[in-house]
């Protein structure tokens, strides 16, 4: 039907006689230009409910993007500390490292001495051998001169056992001195990347927070409380509607909804409480309503079963 502005006029049909066909132009103009109101009212609607979907998809980008941001800021002391633990264990184990080499060489000093005055003990005692005045005593010092060599020869491995330890230690040493030359560098680095980084994060902290500022008072009272009491307790209150499903929760939208949605509208997920909303440019065939019954505006307010059969 076309519809033309006409001038305004008023009809009273329950006073007023005309004919039938007066009549039905008279109710076809009255429902063009009801049809003409209502069209003026839905599109700036529309309007506004695009540039609000924008500004809440936007708020949430800066949302998510200032939870990264402090979750990256609040865990770079950690990633310092985790370096500097690093290299403290590195140093301690270089430290024993180098006790224990310290320990092995007043060891072997020691064993040297004791060795020297075991031999020395044998040396006296097969020197004795020759002034002794009875098998018994020749026999003593002979005992004397067995034992002191046995324990002459076992510190002598002992200090054998201690010179090789001492090179595998040697080797750990050098091995825990070159790994804490490379942690204190890489600590160094650290320290100094997370300087900037600190300084990098605050300073886009504070500009998230200046434009989440200026959105915020854009987007409605309502939905930006429905939002944030969302977001408060799943992360994100806002979530696309894809393939007859929130984008949030996975859970399928109902055909009603769904055709709704891709006309523009902004609805809450039935099961996650999300703000769902459709994006225009995809191409998704509407959503199908169930075989043999379609909706009621479509009908006059009756289904085709009923039509069918003749119930009102």
Same mark, same amino acid.
């Given at each position: 039907?076309?519809?033309?502005?006409?001038?305004?006029?008023?009809?009273?049909?329950?006073?007023?006689?005309?004919?039938?066909?007066?009549?039905?132009?008279?109710?076809?103009?009255?429902?063009?230009?009801?049809?003409?109101?209502?069209?003026?009212?839905?599109?700036?609607?529309?309007? %506004?409910?695009?540039?609000?979907?924008?500004?809440?998809?936007? @708020?949430?980008?800066? %949302?998510?993007?200032?939870?990264?941001? *402090?979750?990256?800021?609040?865990?770079?002391?950690?990633?310092?500390?985790?370096?500097?633990?690093?290299?403290?264990?590195?140093?301690?184990?270089?430290?024993?490292?180098?006790? #224990?080499?310290?320990?092995?060489?007043?060891?072997?000093?020691?064993?040297?001495?004791?060795?020297?005055?075991?031999?020395?003990?044998?040396?006296?005692?097969?020197?004795?051998?020759?002034?002794?005045?009875?098998? #018994?005593?020749?026999?003593?010092?002979?005992?004397?001169?067995?034992?002191?060599?046995?324990?002459?020869? =076992?510190? &002598?491995?002992?200090?054998?056992?201690?010179? %090789?330890?001492?090179?595998?230690?040697?080797? %750990?040493?050098?091995?825990?001195?070159?790994?804490?030359?490379?942690?204190? &560098? *890489? @600590?160094?680095?650290?320290?100094?990347?997370?300087? &900037?980084?600190?300084?990098?994060?605050?300073?886009?902290?504070?500009?998230?927070?200046?434009?989440?500022?200026?959105?915020?008072?854009?987007?409605? #009272?309502?939905?930006?409380?429905?939002?944030?009491?969302?977001?408060?307790?799943?992360?994100?209150?806002?979530?696309?509607?894809?393939?007859?499903?929130?984008?949030?929760?996975?859970?399928?939208?109902?055909?009603?909804?769904?055709?709704?949605? =891709?006309?523009?509208?902004?609805?809450?997920?039935?099961?996650?409480?999300?703000?769902?909303?459709?994006?225009?440019?995809?191409?998704?065939?509407?959503?199908?309503?169930?075989?043999?019954?379609?909706?009621?505006?479509?009908?006059?307010?009756?289904?085709?079963?009923?039509?069918?059969?003749?119930?009102?």
């Amino acid at each position: 039907m076309l519809c033309v502005p006409i001038p305004s006029f008023r009809v009273d049909f329950g006073r007023t006689k005309m004919p039938v066909f007066w009549r039905i132009a008279a109710g076809s103009l009255a429902r063009c230009s009801i049809a003409q109101v209502l069209l003026d009212f839905v599109t700036p609607m529309n309007d %506004e409910i695009a540039v609000e979907l924008k500004r809440l998809v936007r @708020l949430q980008a800066v %949302e998510l993007e200032r939870t990264r941001l *402090t979750a990256a800021l609040k865990a770079l002391p950690g990633e310092l500390a985790a370096a500097d633990n690093q290299l403290k264990t590195a140093q301690k184990k270089l430290a024993e490292t180098e006790a #224990a080499l310290k320990r092995e060489e007043l060891l072997r000093a020691r064993l040297e001495l004791d060795i020297a005055g075991l031999k020395a003990k044998a040396a006296r005692h097969k020197a004795q051998m020759d002034t002794a005045r009875n098998a #018994a005593q020749a026999e003593a010092l002979e005992h004397e001169i067995e034992f002191s060599n046995k324990e002459a020869t =076992r510190l &002598e491995d002992s200090e054998l056992a201690s010179m %090789e330890l001492t090179e595998t230690l040697e080797a %750990e040493r050098s091995k825990a001195a070159e790994l804490a030359a490379k942690l204190t &560098e *890489t @600590l160094g680095l650290i320290r100094a990347r997370i300087g &900037e980084q600190q300084l990098e994060f605050t300073e886009q902290l504070v500009r998230l927070k200046q434009e989440r500022e200026v959105i915020r008072p854009e987007i409605s #009272a309502e939905r930006l409380a429905h939002f944030d009491r969302v977001a408060g307790s799943k992360g994100t209150g806002l979530a696309r509607a894809d393939g007859q499903q929130c984008s949030g929760c996975r859970m399928g939208i109902r055909p009603q909804l769904w055709n709704q949605l =891709r006309d523009g509208a902004l609805i809450p997920c039935e099961s996650c409480n999300r703000i769902l909303y459709f994006e225009q440019t995809m191409d998704i065939p509407p959503a199908k309503t169930p075989q043999g019954v379609m909706g009621d505006q479509a009908m006059g307010g009756i289904s085709v079963k009923r039509r069918q059969t003749g119930v009102s």
